[in-house]
């Protein structure tokens, strides 16, 4: 789905077990010890130590994944967000060995836009580039920007979300498209 549910279970398994344990360990050494076990369980690409930290502390989060690095961390507001669940499924595995390289520059520009703080334009390029490499439809995202809305795709997809003033409204239309769930920035 791309809703990070992998990174909250490696996280809570991770953490349940160092309690069990009685270890000494660092939040972030909790959510590192999940990253590995998810890589060694074969649900993500990179470890996915972004959505790991996202999950676990909340927050905005750019970070090098395979260096496992902290490249910038910010709070955010409580913002309301609305999530499309298309009940379509598709794993992150299933994109092992895919080769993204041919939408790298404009992923390296969302990337560049969310180290300045601009993470509405970082997901905006993010999810546009994405959605339309890996075939999923766009139509929520002319919606969700006709009401301007900051629009992105969740993880790889086909989940995806939107920020907005109005998110009655814009569930209301997106309902067309799948399940929809109203919840908030934390
Ligand atoms: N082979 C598998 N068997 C059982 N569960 C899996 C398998 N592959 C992935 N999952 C789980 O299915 C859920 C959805 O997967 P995916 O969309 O890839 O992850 P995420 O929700 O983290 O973006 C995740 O919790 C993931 O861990
Ligand atoms: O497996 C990975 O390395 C990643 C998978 C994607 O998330 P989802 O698995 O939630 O789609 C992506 O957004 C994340 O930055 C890294």
Redesign the pocket.
Known sequence: ?????????ANALSKALANALGLDMSEMEVVKAGVEA?KR????LTG?FD?ACASYFGSLWVTDNLGMRVLHSSKVEPLPVVLLLSGK??????LSGRDFSPIRPYVEEAIRLALEGEWRKAALINGLVYSTYLGHPIEPFRIALEREAVVGL???GP?VFAVTDEPEELAEEWEQFGEVLITELR
């Open positions: 789905m791309g809703l990070k549910s992998s990174s909250a279970a998810a369980a074969g649900v993500t996915a959505d499924t598709l794993l992150t595995e299933s969740s993880g790889k989940a």
